[in-house]
């Protein structure tokens, strides 16, 4: 039949037999049926929480210093976070900004009374 479909390298058989077991193959006379179970949302879950640990990877130690500070006290003011970081106001400014623009921190409530909210990889839950 196809046999130029077939993979070449042989690695793809051996790994489907680990994570899915031998029970995964269907084989009859003419045809062999490889079923891999997809869990969508597990696998959507994952691809998301890569993409959180890129982001982070991208900040520097400065923005990482004041994201975690926001994650350990959500309704300090700016001037707060610029004294424990030992940074400036407008540092703090720019890299909220940049937290919101990369979806890390969300505002909850007003900006008076409300608090930031880091945005973990568990908050991602697709239904």
């Known amino acids: 039949m196809a046999t130029y479909l077939t993979e070449r390298i042989g690695k793809g058989n051996p790994l489907i037999v680990s994570n899915y077991g031998r029970k995964a193959?269907?084989?009859s006379e003419g045809s062999i049926v490889v079923t891999i179970p997809?869990?969508?949302?597990r696998s959507f879950n994952d691809l998301v929480d890569k993409a959180v640990d890129k982001l982070v990877d991208k900040l520097s130690k400065t923005e990482l210093k004041i994201l975690y500070a926001i994650k350990e006290?959500?309704?300090m003011s700016q001037i707060g976070?610029?004294?424990?970081t030992n940074?400036?106001?407008?540092?703090?400014?720019?890299?909220?900004?940049?937290?919101?623009?990369?979806?890390?921190?969300?505002?909850?409530?007003?900006n008076k009374t409300g608090y930031w909210q880091v945005i973990?990889?568990?908050?991602?839950?697709?239904?």
Not at 87 to 110: A, F
Not at 120 to 127: G, L, S
């Open 38 to 41: 997809y869990n969508w949302i």
């Open 87 to 110: 940074t400036g106001k407008t540092t703090v400014q720019n890299t909220i900004v940049k937290l919101k623009h990369l979806s890390l921190i969300k505002r909850i409530g007003s």
């Open 73 to 75: 006290n959500p309704k």
């Open 25 to 27: 193959f269907q084989i």
């Open 81 to 84: 976070i610029a004294k424990i």
């Open 120 to 127: 973990d990889n568990n908050d991602h839950k697709f239904n």
